[in-house]
């Protein structure tokens, strides 16, 4: 979990940098470097956008895997107290 909480937190800081860049280009700069830029930036945006996609779903992989151990543990542990609570068959 730690893991996807630093990619979103790279994802966001390499975001961020991208607006910030965007925010600076000098209007008077040449046609062709913007456009080059552009494209460098809108192909690194959609990169990121796909790293996001595949670490969302690792996330919701991991929570559906804990939920499944979750109910698992549930069950043993019924089992257990099952067990426990049950009268003891050589006394009867």
Known sequence: MDQIEEF??????ALDKIAAHLEAVDP????????????ALRDENERLK??????QSELAQAHADRDEETAQVQA???KLADALNAPDREDA
Not at 28 to 39: G, K, L, Y
């Open 28 to 39: 008077a700069a040449d046609a062709q470097n913007d456009n080059s830029a552009f494209e």
């Open 76 to 78: 043993l542990y019924q």
């Open 50 to 55: 796909n790293q996001l996609r595949s670490l």
């Open 8 to 13: 979103e937190q790279r994802i966001t800081l």
